[in-house]
């Protein structure tokens, strides 16, 4: 590496150049940290130097199967320490991680595995069936563990290895080779492919590094910090938490599936202080009985995003004691790229304008160069006025590398030299930005837009909804109309379709209403989102 600048002369050397890795954090809070538990599980607890130890007997073990640089390793599992494991000793050898989202059937599974040439899979026996399944459809054989969890079920293995096996049969001195570049490959993930086949985002070590102390920064991680897994480790990587808490040396909670009389034990037991989630999980625990709802003095950070969270939701969240930070991004941008930073002046506010202000998608991650709000078209930025609607366009050093052999989409995304997200949003007047739909969700009725996400907000805001999501319906009269689907609270006094409709007349333009309202539960996405595009289809029917 011989880099002479023209200017001064210096030279980039190995003194004053490493390529940055998230695996060094690992490396760092083992040394300071040894004695401090890194992990929990259950009855299971590791400390900084168990868990280092066990990444790296992963690492040899892998290694010694003829695992390297460039291969793929695939890891199907729910919030378990082998999963966080594979965070470290994947990368460490060079290698791709690519944490499989277990809710997708083995069709997809196998297409995964096959597109991202996957040379390892290590699964855990919840979801044998599928894996069993979508390893029957692959063309060529691959070297499978199996993860034996004692706090997951049984099952037959899949594989030549169990987890606990293989890293015995590793060295916990193991001396891995790192990345040779910050811009190699660490991370491959599958976006949920809700039309057609999945695309698959590749990561760099040099963005999940940045990324991963962005957000301990904005997320305030210190080493008191014990975060529990409520955030699927698969979406994104777990929005980089994966690193970043064991950057900050705090503690990382593992929790195979979000129950809240689970998630309020852990909270009290482990004393925990951050975890993340999408709106609907926050609203789980709103809405969760009376007595799974454990008291707990000291306050805990929740940083919500994946979709857009409603104010009713934040304000709720905060009454019972945590307090909120709101995030957004996309799985192309390592998770987190916009925050809504708090301003002091906002602690005057009511709680509900507060909640409002919150609610907006915010002003850019520390480690994010840029943000624009712009035409599509043209990539001029639109007027910072809060109400003309253009698409949030991202660059920097925490976005994704491109789509793994799709250069037709990668080109598409990266047009003009910005990342496209596809969301539609206006600028405020303090520069903070607010989506108001992704372009495919906006109702375009007579003419005008209609934010779905309003009318969500609106809804959200009547004292009887739980839940609500507003999607465009086809209407002979005005193109398309917005027609919601409710979920009422439990227990509550209930609602009519008439009520809810004048509730919205009387808190809306009156052509932003609702013109039909369905009740009933609402389809979701393993990572939290409400399935539009079946409530649209089932629109279309009514
Ligand atoms: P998928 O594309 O599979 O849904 P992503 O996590 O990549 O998975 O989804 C990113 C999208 O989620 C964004 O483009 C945006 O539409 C939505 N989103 C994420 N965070 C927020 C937020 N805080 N507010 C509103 N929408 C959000």
């Given at each position: 590496m011989v880099a002479r600048?023209?200017?001064?002369?210096?030279?980039?050397?190995?003194?004053?150049?490493v390529p940055l890795s998230p695996v060094q954090f690992l490396e760092?809070?083992?040394?300071?940290?040894?004695?401090?538990?890194?992990?929990?599980?259950?009855?299971?607890?590791?400390t900084y130097r168990e868990f280092e130890a066990r990444c790296r007997r992963l690492a040899s073990a892998l290694a010694v199967r003829g695992i390297g640089r460039g291969d793929t390793v695939a890891v199907m599992a729910p919030n378990v320490p082998a999963l966080l494991e594979a965070h470290y000793a994947v990368p460490a050898l060079g290698a791709i991680l690519n944490a499989l989202n277990y809710r997708l059937d083995a069709r997809t599974i196998a297409f995964c595995l096959a597109h991202g040439e996957a040379k390892a899979l290590i699964t855990d026996a919840e979801f044998a069936p599928t894996v069993r399944s979508a390893l029957g459809e692959l063309r060529e054989e691959i070297f499978v563990v199996d993860i034996d969890d004692p706090e997951g079920p049984r099952s037959e293995a899949l594989g030549s290895v169990r987890y606990e096996t293989l890293l015995a049969e590793g060295d916990p001195g193991f001396a891995w080779p790192g990345p040779e570049d910050e811009w190699d490959s660490l991370s491959l993930l599958y976006t949920s492919g809700t039309t057609g086949n999945p695309k698959g985002v590749v990561y760099h070590h040099r963005g999940a590094y940045l990324n991963a102390l962005a957000n301990a920064l904005a997320f305030g991680l210190t080493p008191d910090s014990v975060y529990l897994w409520t955030l699927p480790?698969?979406?994104?990587?777990?929005?980089?938490?994966?690193?970043?808490?064991?950057?900050?040396?705090?503690?990382?909670?593992?929790?195979?599936?979000i129950d809240p009389a689970q998630v309020f034990t852990a909270i009290r037991n482990h004393r925990v202080t951050h975890l993340c989630g999408a709106p609907v999980v926050l609203n789980v625990l709103v809405h969760a009985p009376a007595?799974?709802?454990?008291?707990?003095?000291?306050?805990?950070?929740?940083?919500?995003?994946?979709?857009?969270?409603?104010?009713?939701?934040?304000?709720?969240?905060?009454?019972?004691?945590?307090?909120?930070?709101?995030?957004?991004?996309?799985t192309e941008s390592y998770g987190p790229a916009t925050l809504c930073a708090p301003q002091e002046s906002w602690h005057e506010l009511a709680l509900s304008d507060r909640a409002r202000q919150m609610a907006r998608q915010g002003v850019p991650m520390?480690?994010?160069?840029?943000?624009?709000?712009?035409?599509?078209?043209?990539?001029?930025?639109?007027?910072?006025?809060?109400?003309?609607?253009?698409?949030?366009?991202?660059?920097?050093?925490?976005?994704?590398?491109?789509?793994?052999?799709?250069?037709a989409?990668?080109?598409?995304a990266f047009r003009a030299g910005w990342f496209h997200t596809g969301d539609l949003a206006v600028w405020h007047p303090d520069h903070y930005m607010e989506i108001k739909d992704r372009a495919k969700d906006i109702i375009i009725s007579c003419g005008e837009n209609i934010s779905s996400l309003e009318v969500e907000e609106c809804l959200y805001r009547h004292p009887q909804v739980m839940e609500a999501a507003v999607v465009a319906r086809p209407d002979p009269k005005w193109g398309e109309s917005p027609c919601a689907f409710v979920t009422l609270k439990p227990g509550g006094d209930g609602a009519t379709a008439e009520e809810l409709i004048a509730w919205c007349?009387?808190?809306?333009a009156h052509f932003k209403a609702p013109r039909a309202i369905i009740f009933g539960p609402l389809p979701k996405t393993s990572t939290g989102k409400i399935q539009k595009f079946v409530l649209r289809e089932r629109a279309t029917k009514l």
């Open positions: 600048s023209a200017s001064d002369g210096l030279v980039k050397s190995a003194a004053n150049y760092r809070s083992a040394l300071i940290w040894p004695d401090k538990i890194a992990v929990r599980h259950g009855a299971l607890a590791y480790m698969f979406h994104c990587n777990g929005w980089t938490y994966t690193w970043a808490v064991t950057a900050a040396g705090g503690t990382h909670v593992c929790l195979r599936r007595e799974a709802k454990i008291r707990f003095e000291h306050v805990v950070e929740v940083a919500t995003g994946g979709a857009a969270p409603p104010s009713a939701v934040i304000e709720a969240m905060e009454t019972m004691g945590f307090r909120v930070t709101h995030l957004y991004g996309l520390p480690a994010l160069a840029q943000l624009i709000v712009a035409d599509p078209e043209t990539h001029v930025p639109v007027p910072r006025d809060g109400t003309t609607l253009g698409e949030v366009m991202l660059r920097g050093n925490t976005i994704m590398k491109g789509y793994l052999r799709n250069e989409a990668t080109t598409a007349r009387e808190h809306l």
